[in-house]
């Protein structure tokens, strides 16, 4: 009797030891199912990634046609990390239900390259003509000639915000500053506004001083350059601008006007 007690407290023993299924701590876990996709990046499709190691509570599975399943993991929120060479690492959060799968997805981007293009499109303000050809331009210290149509591309730039340059003779220079995207070329468009016109130089310098009351005037002539005034006073001489009229003599004594060429 006592060796039959003995030989069924041993199996009850065993039969408690092997029944996985009244396990308390079995209960408490569950399934996650990681999904992984490339994200769209640049126009391109989304793709199922593999070779993604998934990793939650320090086991890690790697996927495979961008699925991964994790077992036995501890039921409430977990940490789950996405990595994959070629890939920017993600970390997300998943509430894991004991007794059930939990499916996962993570879209991963792509690790973009260090430099990217600009293509930089330079016109004229007032638009006539539209584009400015032979114009300069400097990002982060490449520099670039516009074509017949103003545009350049330059490309090798540092990713991150960079500084712009442009000039070109007879336009009031630009400066300012472009976001430059890795492995991307995106567009900068730039307007120029022309130079005011200047007036005419104009110098009064003295002439004969022993002729009285007279004086020489000096003067270019310059496209787009306005009517002119003289005024004679005893104490100073002066110019002023008239557009209004055709050029006015306004003097209380003789005086004498020739060109530059004819005073050389």
């Not at 499709?45 to 994790?70: E, F, H, N």
């Not at 998943?94 to 993570?106: H, R, W």
């Not at 104009?202 to 002539?221: C, F, G, K």
Request: hydrophobic share 40%; with cysteine; charged share 15%.
């Amino acid at each position: 009797m006592r060796h039959r007690a003995s030989v069924a407290g041993l199996c009850l023993v065993l039969w408690a030891c092997s029944d996985s299924g009244n396990d308390p701590a079995s209960s408490l876990t569950g399934t996650v199912k990681a999904v992984v996709i490339g994200a769209m990046t640049w126009g391109g499709p989304q793709v199922a990634l593999s070779g993604v190691r998934v990793t939650i509570d320090g086991r890690t599975s790697v996927t495979v046609d961008g699925v991964a399943y994790l077992n036995q993991v501890r039921q409430g929120l977990r940490d789950v990390h996405f990595e994959r060479v070629g890939s920017v690492p993600q970390d997300q959060q998943v509430t894991v239900f004991a007794g059930d799968t939990t499916e996962s997805l993570a879209a991963l981007d792509p690790v973009r390259p260090d430099t990217g293009s600009i293509q930089v499109i330079v016109n004229r303000s007032p638009p006539s003509p539209p584009f400015v050809p032979g114009a300069s331009v400097t990002i982060a210290g490449t520099s670039g000639i516009t074509d017949s149509f103003g545009t350049v591309v330059l490309s090798g730039l540092p990713a991150g915000e960079q500084s712009v340059h442009v000039e070109r003779s007879g336009y009031v220079p630009f400066d300012g500053t472009v976001t430059v995207v890795g492995g991307e070329t995106r567009n900068l468009w730039v307007s120029l506004v022309p130079v005011p016109a200047q007036a005419p130089t104009t110098r009064l310098t003295p002439s004969a001083w022993h002729v009285p009351n007279a004086i020489r005037v000096e003067w270019e002539e310059r496209p787009g350059a306005a009517y002119w005034r003289l005024c004679w006073s005893t104490s100073q001489p002066r110019i002023s601008s008239d557009t209004s009229a055709a050029a006015t003599l306004c003097v209380s004594a003789p005086i004498e006007m020739k060109s530059a060429a004819a005073c050389a």
